[in-house]
Structures are given as structure tokens and as C-alpha cells.
């Protein structure tokens, strides 16, 4: 079964236990869409759950794959994005193909384990300070247009969303889902919750992406 654009989740609801999903590499944001695989057992229940309620989960980088509690769980960073499940295709075997759409930012406040996946009680996080300069903003769309123009020239099949005519933090966020490489560094842009320094934290880390694939220093692999 397929199921697509269903009525937008109420987070309230999915905040009081919310799903976790950690993975190594990624960090969604609000407004980001991310395509999952579901296959693990564990996974595949939490789906499940999330499809018959809520339709909510979290998606948690990993913060030290080496750390581990009394459970064998991996530590995860406090703050993570919240996505919803937009569309899910049932697979053969129990598994999924899903699409999410990053709804918030939140901070977790993990739940005593209860097998068979993790969850925690979230918080909302707000964007904080006052409007951005219009010419910060400017430089960010202008940096980020330069490497998914440098991007498609390497890789024609690879689709680099940059927004145009979105507010300063929801650019910052959404050039910072589709274009930073680094999750560490995706990561620390969704930790910061003032704009203004956001929005240049994201043009700066962009511009030396940048500078590193001119120089043959990078890949996108």
C-alpha cells in the first residue's frame, strides 16, 4: 500500500512519546525531506506505531557510536528534528519505503527503554533574535547556489534543493539539510537557535565546502 499527503500530524500528541530513530549520518530539519529504508525489526514496529497514531518520529544523530548504556544503545544528541511521514510504501517482509517531512526542532528527554525502540519526551525549540540582515541572507543563497551549481556540473543525477524565497532561518535550515556534507556539522547548525548566527555559520561552511571540492580535496562520497 502507498499512502501519500495525508492531513499534517498533531505533534502535541507525538511529543508526550515520541519515536526515536537514531542513525550515524543523518539530521533532519524543519521543512527538509528525507527518504528512509525501513528494515531492522525494531524499525519496521516503530513505523508501524507511528502509522497507526501519530505518524511522528525522530530522526537523532548518533553522538559516539563506541558509547553504550546498559541496553547496548549508542548515545544520541539532545536535540534532533522531528519528521512526519508524508508517504510509506508497505515492502515485501514487513518493510517500508517512507518519506519524511522535518516538522520541529526539539530536545529530548529520553524515556526508560522499552523494547522494541527507544523514545523520548520532546520539547519544542524556537528560533531565537531578531531579523537578519537582508544582505547575510543574500550571501547565504548566493553561496549555496554556487556549490549545487559546482555539485550538478560533477553529478548531473544528484538534486541540490536551494530555497529562493524563504524566511533567513527556514533558508538556513533547509541549505543546511540538502547541501553541508558533514552530519557533525548539520548537526551543530541544528543546535543553533539564533538566525543570525545560523545563517552565517551555514554560509561559512558552505563557502569552504566550496573552496575544498575547487581544490579536489573533497567528494561527494
Given at each position: 500500500?502507498?499512502?501519500s ?9 507525538a511529543?508526550?512519546?515520541?519515536p ?9 530539519f524543519?521543512?527538509g525531506l ?15 506505531d ?9 530522526v ?18 539532545e ?19 517512507i ?11 529520553e524515556?526508560?527503554?522499552?523494547p ?6 520532546a ?24 556549490f ?5 556540473d ?8 536551494v530555497p529562493?524565497d524563504?524566511?533567513?532561518g527556514v ?14 556539522e ?29 581544490q579536489?580535496?573533497?567528494s561527494?562520497?
Open positions: 500500500m502507498t499512502s499527503a495525508p492531513p499534517p500530524a498533531d505533534l502535541g500528541a511529543l508526550k512519546r515520541l526515536l530513530f537514531p542513525l550515524p549520518q543523518a539530521v533532519l524543519p521543512g528525507l527518504p528512509l529504508h525501513v528494515f531492522e525489526p525494531r524499525y519496521r514496529a516503530l513505523v508501524r507511528a502509522l497507526a497514531t501519530h505518524r511522528c518520529l525522530s537523532v544523530l548518533v553522538a559516539n557510536p563506541a558509547k553504550v548504556d546498559a541496553n547496548g544503545q549508542p548515545a544520541i544528541c536535540v534532533a528534528g522531528v519528521g512526519e511521514i508524508i508517504e510509506h510504501v508497505d515492502l515485501p517482509g514487513g518493510r517500508y519505503n518519506l519524511l517531512r522535518g516538522r520541529a526542532r526539539v530536545r529530548l528527554m524515556q526508560p527503554f522499552v522494541p525502540y527507544r523514545t523520548a519526551e520539547t519544542l525549540l524556537e528560533d531565537t533574535g531578531g531579523p537578519v540582515d537582508a544582505v547575510a541572507q543574500s550571501a547565504l543563497l548566493a553561496t549555496a547556489n554556487a549545487a551549481a559546482m555539485v550538478r560533477r553529478e548531473q543525477a544528484i538534486e541540490m534543493r529562493t524563504a524566511s533567513a533558508s538556513a535550515d533547509l541549505c543546511a539539510h540538502y547541501l553541508l556534507l558533514d552530519p557533525r548539520r548537526q551543530t547548525v541544528l543546535e543553533t537557535f539564533d538566525v543570525t548566527t545560523r545563517v552565517q555559520l551555514v554560509t561559512d561552511a558552505l563557502s569552504l565546502q566550496r573552496l575544498s571540492f575547487a579536489g580535496s573533497r561527494l562520497n
